[in-house]
């Protein structure tokens, strides 16, 4: 053979050798058939309906005997049960009907046990228990198991069959050998390895292990390290706990670290996991997995002995539990890959035994017996030996109920019945008697835990007890002896209704060791019909489960159970739903303003559903924003010394949120910013331009990054905002500090970059020279504008949707969205899986639908509005789905909801792409916009998906239809682009809804004028007449509203002058009545309409609303009638000049007894003030700007509030004592110096700020709205 055929098949050779090598270390294919070659002793079944019909005939594809088993009887008390000799990893379970039958199973349950007691039952999910069967007689049907089980014996429960036929039966199991290390511990006994071998620093350090148990508590692991230091895992009441202990420090205990599990002194294998990683440990029990932070004294800490099933300490700790050692068995112990108890059953030096420590299982064998339902109960005999009136009977128990029935039986002989039962959480015995009443013992409390209580009840010649835990619980006692005989028949659990009564709920809950007369019951013979009787039990097994370990309580919510099911409280969480799933507060302030909600403190929640905490924020409610408002600890102006002994002044700021909350609001923010000022006098700032920065600040998101530009200038830019607008001190430097000038300046401005904020720290650097001085201010961090609130699509075709990755919502799942639309129909929102769905849709222009399948079968949620759904306006839908129910909300209409099926299927499992605005089918899509579409907390950005596809648009105009009714007091909605916004400009109300009242107290000195139109400036044509100085402006009609609050009577309220000696005025009489006065021709007298309503100047506040049209006016005070007048002068009020509230300057024009009424001015209070378009009394106090004219101590306070003024109530009080009235004198008199003094600060920053601001726009407050005010030359029209 040539050289080079030889070297290629040596090649294949060494190819196919380490193939063939790398095959055979590859990992074993566990599904071997395992029934097919078991003896016939293997078999055993509950009953077999003939010798052809037993269980050895049960095996897949065999047609001996009668071809499967049968049972006698066709009912769910049957079993067939299958040894496979030793214990055995299995992996599937298959069945198959009697060969040529009409006899198979559709429905069955799963047992495994290691000894062939104390069964456990197999569930393919955590509620799930039932596995399906079969549809035929020949078809193999087989069930992979989600996870193997190790397990010796099977036993198969049949639940359902063919209704034709009667149970039949073949079966086969899968699976492969299982091997392992088992050591047992009796209590005294324990193992001590020393480790040498360390692991590397940066390794993860793992320590593995199966335990079981019949004892609640014991020491399982105690870890030693240096500077003692340990780690204990301990059982205690059926709960994994992980305790840190340091030297002196356990005798409190030591901290604990993390629980885990619960139930787990069953008797049954459980795996355990504690892994130790540089930030965290991982504690996992069976399925269940909790995180916890390391300790810092742990983080650099090594194991140097490892104590298992006690505590062998050589330092100076106690024990987390004293002389409680683990009493059980362990199973392939693990630490790092190294198996210890192969270590000491290799009696390795490593390894020290403390007592007896076997490398076997002892299996301590316990009946149990579990009570499912109402129909439940165990029936028993009384024994021979019960003729004196002297018995005992006990048990064990354990329930999740407070309530329930554990032992009933008759007294014939003295007419009486003995209940023993639980009744909120305490065991109580009954003795009742006819025509007498009850005698009623109690012993115990809490007995509702899930942990094994002892019952005890003994019967003496003249003493009768009950016993709750001997030693540990309680003891109850009296002197009434019970003569139980042979006949006496004992009821555990219930009875049935013809054979005892029983007015207490049944018992649901698992019993174990009864004993007569200290003789066990052998609960074996009752499963096989030789002892006793019963009704709905599974015997040799005790089936609790515990819902809330794991919980499915989310977000803090606190579990509690019974037997059926769990229940979540939410209080006091910020969540709601069944689980406290969904968040009760809206994402941000956004979202609050658009229901409705003013300035103030709110909780916001910014993800919703997600694992964020909700946080109290302010939210700043504006006309055209709302603002989001995050504080830290120093927001004040701070002022900072020079001082020799320090280069530098840091400081650190410290914020009212989370980390992970202020990202997520900067995030979904359309804007942030934050004032950063430095004001200075000798101090540099940023030593521009050339030099090294003396100071700089920290921003970003945690840690942050350095920054070297200051308020109001760009990135990287090393200026301070007059440096970017040219207007610097000094123009040589581009900050005004950084002139050095020996007087104060300062460089301010905002913050506006969101990835650099917020501050975190600040660090000043030029305070050290003599004469240096420094302040600086950090605002507070101000957002605005929410993203996801506002992220929308429109779908202009039924065909078209967008298409997002599959959604994930297996346990939990919230959709929540906006719509509107003009269609009757259409799907929201599908995703499908290959039987499982969810979907929401608009079934009609009145009923939004919820429907899904997690394999329960389809289940639909079903809301039906009062409204119309397709009227073009947002409406809201939130549909929830999770273990416990489903719920569907739209708009504010009550929730339907729909509840779980107890025991089913809670997996929602979907893999195909979630389609919204459609179906995959691109049949029944939807025709309108989808607006803030969150599931689970979580925003899908409609908008960026829709650029990108066909047939459907970003973004959804149109939304005063929606939110235009929240702008009130002739607020004006004003679209935007996302949102709206409440123009108040032609509103006697300010605030984000136009709801604020603007309220003023007035003095008699004080008087507001607003100019209605200015005369033109006189021609220098003196011919000009004088009549034509003045436009024409002609009213024929008024809308005028206000309110007021005084004790004066008569007073002025308003006066509307004009320049043709014309005049209207609302004022109160002497008799305290309201008063219209119209002078509407300067030759006809005044024409007085005055009201009926009486006691007008009783210091309380009134609201008056007169409406005039041409002739017809009519007037309304309050909640009273409105009253009707007609005007007889005229109807045109000619020239109008000006508008007077308060004292009235000029009072030539109008007759005697006004013009003194008129000097006298007001005092009290006005509010919402307004005159068809014009509000003078908010021009006066927010808009100086205006064509207005303030005289004297003007003052904006909350008069215009309902409730009664004290002034006013103390005025009206005449039966105060002298020192009170004293009292009241003084403070009165201290309040009126100090609103003098304020109203004259106040007044000088007003002047100030209007000769700062210099504005150049024209009058906020116009005669006439622009867009439909007539042309000046015309005679007449309404302002």
């Known amino acids: 053979m040539p050289v080079g055929r030889k070297s290629l098949a040596g090649i294949t050779a060494l190819l196919g050798s380490l193939l063939l090598l790398l095959g055979s270390c590859g990992t074993e294919v566990c599904d071997s058939p395992l029934v097919f070659n078991l003896p016939p002793s293997s078999f055993r079944s509950s009953s077999q309906l003939s010798s052809s019909h037993g269980p050895v005939f049960a095996k897949v594809n065999r047609r001996e005997g009668a071809g499967g088993w049968s049972p006698l009887v066709s009912d769910r008390y049957q079993w067939l049960e299958a040894d496979l000799g030793r214990r055995t990893q299995i992996t599937a379970v298959a069945t198959q009907g009697r060969y040529g039958s009409s006899d198979w199973l559709t429905a069955y349950l799963l047992m495994f046990s290691d000894t062939g007691h104390n069964w456990r039952q197999h569930r393919q999910e955590d509620s799930l228990g039932a596995f399906p069967g079969n549809s035929n007689a020949d078809t193999v049907v087989q069930y992979k198991l989600a996870q193997p089980v190790i397990a010796r014996y099977l036993r198969l429960i049949p639940l359902d069959w063919n209704p034709t036929g009667r149970i039949g039966l073949r079966l086969e199991i899968y699976g492969c050998r299982y091997t392992s290390d088992v050591a047992n511990f009796d209590g005294s006994s324990s193992l001590v390895f020393r480790l040498s071998v360390r692991p590397s620093p940066t390794a993860m350090e793992t320590i593995s292990l199966k335990f079981k148990t019949l004892k609640n508590s014991g020491t399982l692991l105690h870890a030693e390290g240096q500077r003692d230091h340990s780690l204990t895992l301990v059982l205690e009441k059926g709960r994994l706990l992980l305790y840190h202990q340091q030297g002196m420090s356990s005798s409190s205990g030591g901290q604990l670290l993390v629980s885990v599990g619960s139930l787990l002194d069953d008797q049954h294998w459980h795996h355990v996991k504690l892994e130790r990683l540089s930030t965290h440990l991982n504690l996992t029990v069976d399925k269940n997995t909790q995180q916890v932070h390391t300790p810092a004294e742990l983080s650099h800490w090594d194991i140097h002995q490892l104590s298992v099933g006690a505590v062998q300490s050589h330092g100076l700790q106690k024990p987390i539990l004293s002389n409680r050692n683990f009493h059980g068995c362990l199973e392939n112990l693990l630490y790092n890959n190294l198996n210890l108890i192969n270590l000491a059953k290799q009696n390795n030096h490593q390894v020290t035994a403390v007592g007896n420590v076997t490398f076997s299982c002892a299996e301590p064998v316990s009946v149990a017996v579990t009570f499912t339902d109402s129909q439940s109960f165990l029936q028993l005999p009384g024994l021979t030996s019960w003729s004196s009136g002297v018995f005992v009977i006990a048990l064990q128990f354990r329930t999740w109920n407070k309530v329930g029935l554990l032992l009933t039986f008759e007294l014939p002989q003295l007419e009486s019945i003995v209940w023993l039962y639980l009744s909120e959480a305490r065991l109580r015995l009954r003795i009742s008697k006819a025509g007498r009443a009850p005698l009623e013992l109690s012993a115990g409390s809490g007995l509702n835990d899930g942990q094994w209580h002892s019952v005890e009840m003994n019967s003496r010649q003249d003493r009768l007890s009950i016993t709750v835990d001997k030693d540990e619980g309680a003891t109850a006692h009296t002197s009434i002896p019970l003569p139980l005989t042979t006949e006496t028949q004992l009821f555990f659990g219930g009875c049935p209704a013809q054979e005892c009564r029983n007015p207490f709920n049944m018992f649901q809950g698992c019993m174990r060791l009864l004993t007569l007369d200290d003789q066990p019951v052998d609960l074996i013979k009752v499963q096989q019909r030789l002892l006793g009787n019963y009704s709905h039990l599974q015997i040799d097994m005790c089936g609790i489960i515990d819902r809330c370990s794991p919980s499915h309580c989310e977000h803090g919510g606190r579990c509690t159970q019974s037997w059926s099911t769990f229940h979540c409280n939410c209080s006091n969480s910020g969540y709601r739903g069944a689980t406290c799933h969904s968040s009760t507060y809206e994402q941000s302030c956004e979202a609050y303003k658009h229901k409705g909600n003013t300035s103030g403190h709110h909780y916001i929640d910014v993800d919703g559903s997600g694992p964020i905490k909700p946080q109290l924020i302010y939210c700043n409610m504006t006309e055209d924003r709302a603002w989001m408002v995050i504080r830290h600890n120093n927001t004040e102006l701070t002022r900072v010394h020079s001082s020799p002994e320090r280069n530098q002044h840091s400081a650190h700021f410290d914020y009212a949120s989370e980390e992970e909350q202020l990202a997520a609001i900067i995030g979904q923010s359309e804007h942030c910013e934050q004032e950063l000022s430095y004001h200075c006098r000798r101090s540099r700032l940023l030593n521009t331009p050339e030099g090294a920065p003396f100071s700089w600040w920290v921003g970003g998101l945690d840690p942050g990054q350095v920054q070297t530009y200051w308020g109001g200038a760009q990135p990287g830019s090393r200026q301070c905002a007059c440096g970017l607008q040219d207007s610097c001190l000094d123009s040589n430097h581009y900050c005004n500090c950084d002139a050095d000038y020996d007087q104060w300046a300062n460089d301010s401005g905002l913050l506006t970059h969101k990835e650099f904020l917020p501050v975190r720290s600040l660090v000043l650097g030029d305070i050290q020279r003599p004469g240096s001085e420094a302040a ?69 222009s009145s009923e939004v639908v919820f429907s899904f399948d997690v394999g329960n079968g389809p289940l639909e949620v079903r809301v039906e509005t009062s409204i119309l759904l397709n009227d073009n306006r947002w409406h809201s839908v939130r549909a929830e789905r999770n273990v416990k129910e ?25 893999n195909s792409q979630l389609f919204i605005g459609g179906t995959a089918s691109r049949q029944k899509g939807f025709l309108g916009c989808i607006r803030s579409l969150q599931l689970n907390g979580i925003t899908l950005d409609l908008e960026e998906r829709a650029k990108i596809t066909p047939g459907v648009r970003p973004g959804c105009p149109g939304h005063c239809s929606s939110y235009g009714s929240l702008c009130q007091n002739q607020g004006r909605c004003v679209e935007k682009a996302n949102g709206f916004s409440c123009d108040c400009s032609q509103s006697a109300y300010t605030g984000a809804f136009c709801h604020k009242e603007v309220s003023a ?62 005049y209207l005025a609302l004022l109160i009489n002497k008799h305290d009545e309201l008063e219209l006065r119209y002078k509407l021709h300067s030759s006809r007298d005044v024409e007085v309409l005055a009201s009926r309503v009486m006691n007008l100047a009783d210091g309380r506040l009134h609201t008056v609303t007169i409406r005039r049209l041409a002739d017809t006016v ?33 009072s030539g024009e109008l007759d005697a007894e006004l013009a003194g009424l008129a000097s006298l001015g007001f005092t009290g209070c006005l509010s919402a003030v307004r005159f068809n378009s014009i509000s003078p009394l908010k021009a006066a106090l927010l808009h100086p700007d205006s064509p207005v004219t303030v005289t004297g101590p003007l003052v904006q306070s909350s008069c215009g509030s309902s409730s009664p003024a004290k002034p006013y109530a103390a005025e009206t009080t005449h039966s105060l004592s002298g020192v009170i009235a004293v009292v009241i004198f003084v403070t009165v008199s201290v309040l009126a110096i100090t609103a003098r003094f304020l109203c004259s600060r106040k007044e000088t920053y007003r002047n100030q700020e209007v000769k700062a601001a210099q504005p150049e726009d024209g009058h906020e407050f116009s005669q006439a709205d622009s867009q439909s005010a007539p042309s000046e030359n015309q005679k007449e029209f309404f302002i």
């Not at 489903?886 to 979907?910: K, M, N």
């Open 1114 to 1146: 009519s007037v309304q005070i309050d909640q009273n009638a409105r009253e009707d007048f007609n005007l007889t002068s005229d109807v045109e009020f000619n020239n109008i000049k000006s508008l007077v509230l308060g004292r009235v300057q000029e």
């Open 886 to 910: 489903a719920s569907l909300r739209v708009d504010e209409f009550p929730a339907a909801t729909q509840e779980a099926p107890a025991d089913g299927h809670i997996h929602l499992q979907l």
């Open 1001 to 1062: 107290s007035f003095k008699s000195s004080v008087s507001i004028t607003y100019i209605l139109k200015e005369p033109y400036e006189l021609s220098r044509n003196s011919s000009a007449r004088p009549s034509s100085i003045y436009s024409d402006l002609t009213l024929r009609g008024e809308n005028i509203s206000l309110s007021f609050r005084t004790l004066q009577s008569p007073a002025l309220l308003l006066y509307v002058s004009s320049s043709y000696r014309e």
């Open 776 to 844: 600086y201010m950090v605002g507070p961090l101000r957002c605005h504008g929410d993203k996801n609130f506002w992220n929308a699509a429109f779908f202009d075709k039924e065909t078209s949707y967008l298409h997002f990755p599959t959604f994930h919502g297996e346990l939990n799942a919230d959709i929540s969205f906006l719509f509107k639309t003009t269609s009757s129909s259409g799907v929201f929102l599908e995703n499908l899986g290959i039987k499982d769905f969810i979907r929401i849709e608009l079934r009609s």
